[in-house]
């Protein structure tokens, strides 16, 4: 009974509630794109052959800075699935996928052209299992109590994100 009422006031405190306890399996394969640039071209298209791998649903969204029209519509998609932290950081830089968990929205790894499509679907399922769930969320919460008293730990991921970008379309 202890235990049960520490997971609550733990899930509650840091914000998980009701997902603590999920066993969500959905990913959110994020696709930074431009009609303008073959390796998101490429990406996009090897993508276009993944909708499911081992169980785990995938929704695909595509952020397109192809003009100033499609990245409006990319932003109202941002807050439509709340990864606008994720649109704002990346967008304006093109030819990668970010993958996200669905219920926590945290970042699990990044994507890009140099894999294939057997490499592309053995790599979510990879960084998904490995990370997801509950262990993924104690494991942040973890990671929070460090920070806040000064310990810092690097996370290990097996493909790295690009640096933060950001560029305004009309320029």
């Known amino acids: ?3 049960r009422v520490i997971v609550i006031i ?9 997902n603590c306890w ?11 794109t431009n009609d303008y640039d073959e390796d998101s071209r490429m990406l996009s298209s090897k993508l276009d052959n993944i909708d499911s791998i081992d169980g785990i649903n995938i929704t695909k969204v595509n952020i397109d800075t ?3 029209d499609e990245w409006e519509k990319s932003a109202r ?4 699935y709340d990864i606008v932290s994720v649109f704002n950081k990346w967008v304006g830089l093109p030819g990668f996928a970010v993958i996200i968990d669905g219920d926590s929205k945290q970042i699990i790894g ?8 057997d490499e592309i679907a053995h790599h979510i399922n990879q960084e998904y299992t490995s990370t997801n769930m509950v262990s993924h969320r104690i494991e942040k919460t973890r990671q929070e109590i460090d920070a806040s008293i ?5 996370v290990k991921r097996s ?12 320029r």
């Open 1 to 3: 009974m202890k235990f």
């Open 10 to 18: 733990v899930c509650v405190l840091f914000g998980y509630g009701a």
């Open 22 to 32: 999920a066993d969500s399996s959905e990913i959110l394969l994020v696709n930074f």
């Open 66 to 68: 192809s003009s100033a």
């Open 77 to 80: 998609t941002a807050f439509k």
């Open 110 to 117: 990044c994507l890009n052209n140099t894999l294939s499509v």
């Open 150 to 154: 000064g310990v810092t730990k690097p």
């Open 159 to 170: 493909l790295e994100c690009p640096p933060s970008h950001n560029t305004d379309p009309g």
